[in-house]
């Protein structure tokens, strides 16, 4: 089910790499438009890319994925039911002090997750993995609050697992990935507009 083909005759993938696209891709469109759906996607992808990232040894993007599943299904519920009215989170900003912790929780995540992959697998990359399993988990945390802060790491983090993912041989999800850094400036766009359209 899972064996190599060629992708457009040029892009070496596999069918659980295009479902694993196709619902990444169709996730991020959803999050942009602020639909809650957009985390069951997250959900299904995440479960698939889990997969997909075991086969490629990238174990901190393997174990990314569980923990992108149980904090969808937290997303799911502030968008549909978080914020002071208990009517879904609105989009906001971070001031000085909230990106001071976000450089402090990535930098801890980053120490922490090249740790446990120095002492428990076999990963060739076990640096870049771990920076930007890191830096996923602080973004995607942001984005289950609807903080317009979490486009900016996500531009940065997708530009860096495009050149991640060519590494290891994974051209689809670099594809996708370079997809996912320009609608993340998209999403940025769309968010700050709304933010502006709520502004006093």
């Known amino acids: 089910m899972n064996d190599a083909l060629l992708l457009f005759g040029a892009i070496a993938t596999s069918p659980l790499e ?54 969808s299904l937290w997303g799911w519920y502030q968008w549909l039911f978080g914020g002071r009215n208990h009517h879904g989170v609105t989009v906001s900003r971070l001031g000085n002090r909230g990106w001071m912790l976000v450089a402090l929780a990535w930098a801890l995540g980053y120490f922490a997750v090249a740790a446990v992959l120095h002492a428990f697998t076999d990963s060739d990359v076990p640096h870049i993995d771990a920076f930007l399993t890191a830096g996923s988990l602080v973004a995607q945390a942001l984005l289950t609050r609807k903080i317009v802060q979490n486009w900016h790491l996500w531009i940065v983090i997708d530009l860096l697992y495009v050149g991640l993912y060519i590494h290891k041989d994974l051209y689809l999800t670099a594809v996708l990935y370079g997809l996912f850094a320009l609608l993340a400036w998209v999403g940025m766009r769309t968010w700050n507009r709304t933010l502006q359209a709520g502004a006093p």
Do not use: C, T
Not at 40 to 45: D, E, G, M
């Open 18 to 71: 295009i479902a694993s696209f196709s619902l990444a891709l169709v996730m991020v469109l959803l999050n942009i438009r602020q639909s809650p759906w957009a985390w069951l996607f997250a959900i299904a992808s995440a479960g698939l890319y889990a997969v997909v990232f075991r086969d490629a040894r990238l174990y901190g993007d393997m174990a990314l994925q569980f923990v992108f599943i149980a904090v």
